[in-house]
């Protein structure tokens, strides 16, 4: 999609694709400071390389990356933007901030009696910052909006169980990673507002099933924005919902019901992108072509990563980045269990 570029510093008039990717890149390390370790290190690491051959690959114009450590100062983060630089896909325009995942909440949160635990953070997470968000772009970004901070009490008709104590339901944030608004400066002069996003698997838990309930809320929270049900505006057209949703609205463990209501209200378009794979998937009800990660000692393949237009954009192209074989599939696989989701959007 560089043609867009050009036509941004050209400032030529004329219609041209916008292509718009997420990909979950697995790049949450063990540990603080291992990441820049790795993209850093005088040996080259195998999965970073293959992630970066995969973002060469995809071609995106904005791209959100889910999966991947944050660190205050950004230095993965400038690291991976250089190795990207270096192997021919600048992206000169970045936004991360801090996640919920590691942030600690000084409660016992699992309920076992230890505190300070990965499970005990405001989204799980083994040190603050681990497994966050980094939006990707050639185009220029305006400020960000960041919905972080919001509670998941203050959220209208959420799902948090009827006996969480007075102190969690106080403090406990509804995002388990990250919630944005982050607007993207298009050639002509308008913006097309990011809605970007990433949830918690709705497992792990118990007969509770507090992380089910809060990866519904945490899709629920963009109908209740897009609604302006809550103490933001409401976000304005041309705009894209994208990020790992890690949830399958067929297939799988979860309560789909704020995704299904997502994917086919008048708000949004879902461009259905399929890969070539070629993976059946008989005891699922899903289209095995839509799934976007592959759990080998699980449940199988599932669409749990979205990239969802406006109802207003004229989409030209849709696609999982999951070739059947040949040596990009090798590279892909390499680097994560899901795979890159694209679609590409005409603009005027």
């Known amino acids: 999609m560089t043609g867009l570029l050009w036509l941004a510093l050209s400032g030529a008039a004329s219609a041209e694709t916008l292509r718009l990717a997420t ?14 370790e790795d993209l850093l290190g005088a040996r080259p690491d195998p999965q970073v390389q293959a992630v970066i051959a995969g973002i060469v690959a995809l071609d995106a114009d904005v791209l959100l990356l889910t999966g991947i450590d944050h660190d205050a100062r950004q230095v993965a983060l400038t690291a991976l933007a250089d190795r990207l630089a270096a192997a021919g896909a600048p992206y000169p325009f970045r936004f991360t901030a801090p996640p919920n995942a590691g942030h600690p909440t000084g409660l016992d949160l699992d309920r076992n009696g230890k505190l300070g635990q990965p499970r ?69 002069g308008g913006q097309l507002a990011v809605l970007a996003f990433a949830a918690t698997p709705p497992v792990f838990d118990g007969p509770e099933d507090r992380n089910g309930r809060r990866n519904h809320d945490e899709a629920a929270f963009w109908l ?73 000692k699980g449940v199988g393949g ?47």
């Open 23 to 36: 990909w979950n890149v697995d790049l949450a390390r063990q540990g603080p400071g291992l990441l820049v």
């Open 120 to 188: 005990d953070a405001m989204g799980y997470g083994a040190f603050r910052g681990q497994g966050g968000m980094a939006l990707l772009s050639r185009l220029p970004l305006g400020p960000a909006t960041d919905y972080t901070g919001f509670l998941w009490a203050d959220l209208p008709g959420h799902l948090m169980p009827a006996d969480t104590p007075a102190p969690e339901r106080a403090g406990q944030r509804l995002s388990s990673v990250n919630h944005w608004q982050v607007p993207v400066q298009l050639p002509g």
């Open 224 to 296: 209740r924005l897009m609604e302006g049900a809550l103490p933001f505006p409401a976000p304005r057209p041309p705009l894209v919902l994208m990020g790992d949703a890690n949830l399958d609205s067929a297939d799988g463990d979860g309560r789909p019901q704020a995704l299904r209501a997502l994917l086919s209200g008048p708000a949004l378009q879902d461009p259905a992108p399929r890969g070539s794979h070629g993976r059946s998937e008989a005891a699922h009800q899903g289209d095995p072509a839509l799934d976007t990660a592959f759990y080998a």
């Open 302 to 348: 599932l669409r749990v990563d979205y990239v969802l237009p406006s109802a207003g954009l004229r989409v030209s192209g849709a696609g999982v980045l999951w070739p059947a074989d040949g040596a990009l599939a090798e590279t892909l696989a390499q680097a994560s269990r899901h795979r890159p989701v694209w679609v590409d959007v005409t603009l005027p």
